[in-house]
C-alpha cells in the first residue's frame, strides 16, 4: 500500500474513532464534561473565565456561558464575585489563606458539579513556571485528582496524584449551581 492510501486510511480511522476516543476521557470522571463543553483559554490570561464558562456550559447555565466573551483579562474574587451576581448565578467561593477545604471540593466533585481551583505557582504548557492559574476539577476521590486545563490545546482530562494536585492548589475555588 502506497503512503498515500496509507495515511487516507489512518485518517478516516482517526475520525471514526473519535467520539470513542472523547468519550474514553471522560469514563469515570465524577464530573464528565463533554469536549464540546470545554473552553479554551484564548487571551492565556483568561483561565478564571475559561474555567468557570467550562462549567456553566456544561451545568446549562445559560446566563454565564459567555464569560470568556465577555472578560478577555485576570480576575480576581471580587471580579468573580461582581460578575456572577451581575448574572444571578448561584455559587460557593472559597479565597485561599487559612486551610485548603479539600472537604468542600471532594464533596462537590462528588455530587458533579466540580470547580475552578487555582495553582499556585502555575506550570505553563511550554514547562515553565507562571503565576496563578485557575482550571477546571472535574474529580477528586481515592488519592486521584483529574483535571482540564485550559491552556491545554486539546482541552484533556489529566490525571494528578493527590500529593501532586495538594503540592500546586492554593486553596482558591469557585463552584456553579443552577
Known sequence: MNTLKRNLLAAALLFALAPALLAADTEGVQVPIP?????????????????????????????????????????????IQ????ALDVKYILVTPGGRRRTDILKEECAKGWGAGVVLVPAIGPEGRERGPHMITCVHYKDGMVKVIDNLDEELRIQTWTEEEFLGLWDGWMVVLYK
Not at 82 to 85: K, M, Q, T
Request: aromatic fraction near 8%; charge should be positive.
Open 35 to 79: 469536549q464540546k463543553h470545554r473552553v479554551f483559554n484564548y487571551t492565556g490570561v483568561q483561565c478564571v473565565w475559561a474555567s468557570l464558562e467550562t462549567l456553566a456550559r456544561y451545568h446549562a447555565i445559560p446566563a454565564a456561558k459567555r464569560l470568556t466573551r465577555d472578560h478577555g483579562g485576570p480576575a480576581t474574587p471580587e471580579d
Open 82 to 85: 461582581a460578575a456572577l451576581n
